[in-house]
């Protein structure tokens, strides 16, 4: 069984273009979960999502971030304009739809705004 | 909403010491506490949890304690080897959001 598959693993971005991050959840799993980590801090919430739906979007900046879980296919998290301070490492989780609350990360994705 | 306060943000031990990393959290509906583990560069990897039905869970060398009361729960770290040396991240949830809110990380250096 493999783990949370996330893609790409590093990505460079000039200020102003497009960052598209990818997540494909755990077999099995309908929960994802998207979380921000800057340099040297903590990991923030930011958006949890079931297939088709947002459940809890209260960590995600009002502006230029988006995230989907279409009904195939993988979870993706957009940032748009990005901006220097985007940079960081977004880690996506993803859990069971019963079993408990229980969640496993994927490897992350390393946003380098340049 | 959910605030984890995790205490020391740093915390370097002779090898073969203990370690102890505490966290408070405020949500009284909170049950459910996870610990990860993340090396430098990596995912954060789950270690051991904690539901709220109970005060203690041990796992080898690894043990956590939950005091529901004063709402704070601690990771204990017995015989610390140099392959502990990591942050360590608590966190908490309940039932009805399901999603973890973190604290902020101990940076745990065991010296050899």
Partial sequence: NAGVMQNPRHLVRRRGQEAR??????????????????????LKFMVYLQKENIIDESGMPKERFSA?????????LRIQQV????????????RPRTGGNTIYFGEGSWLTVV | GENVEQHPSTLSVQEGD?????CTYSDSASNYFPWYKQELGKRPQLIIDIRSNVGEKKDQRIAVTLNKT?????LHITETQPEDSAVYFCA???NA?????????????VKP
């Fill in chain 1, 21 to 42: 991050l990818r997540c494909s959840p755990m077999k099995g799993h309908s929960h994802v979960y998207w979380y921000r980590q800057l340099p040297e801090e903590g």
């Fill in chain 1, 68 to 76: 989907e879980f279409p009904k195939e296919g993988p979870s993706i």
């Fill in chain 1, 83 to 94: 901006v220097r301070g985007d940079s960081a490492a977004y880690f996506c989780a993803s």
């Fill in chain 2, 18 to 22: 203990s370690a102890v990393i505490k």
């Fill in chain 2, 70 to 74: 004063a709402k704070h729960f601690s």
């Fill in chain 2, 92 to 94: 908490a949830s309940n």
């Fill in chain 2, 97 to 109: 959001g399901n999603m973890l809110t973190f604290g902020g990380g101990t940076r745990l250096m």
